[in-house]
């Protein structure tokens, strides 16, 4: 039953590891499993829940830039499996230091 995994995914303490966007493997799909607007200490934001594989679960936080066009609908459609999307890091600008992202279906 999809419920009964996603709450013992939530309960798992080990289950979801925070890591820094940098940490991503470029250009790897990374499915999204729940998206979140979420009140940091400086800006809302949006916290990404990623599957790393069948066991692990990432937490990413996204840059701005991201965070303000993700809206409450896109977030749904996720969350109620409408859609399946993958988060995939395209390599970082050299001018900007920016992370590139890109969202693949």
């Not at 289950?15 to 009140?39: D, E, G, Q, W």
């Not at 990623?50 to 840059?63: G, M, V």
């Not at 969350?79 to 279906?105: H, P, Q, W």
């Amino acid at each position: 039953m999809e419920l009964a995994k996603r709450y013992e995914e939530a309960t798992a303490t080990t289950a979801y590891t925070s890591i820094s966007i940098i940490s991503l493997v470029i250009n790897r799909l990374y499915p999204i499993v729940h998206p979140k607007r979420v009140c940091t200490k400086y800006v809302p934001n949006v916290l990404l829940s990623l599957r790393d594989s069948d066991e692990k679960l990432l937490q990413i936080f996204l840059p701005k830039r991201y965070a303000n066009i993700v809206s409450d609908e896109d977030m749904e459609l996720i969350n109620f499996r409408t859609v399946y999307l993958n988060l995939v890091l395209k390599g970082i600008c050299e001018l900007t230091r920016y992370y590139l992202l890109a969202i693949d279906s």
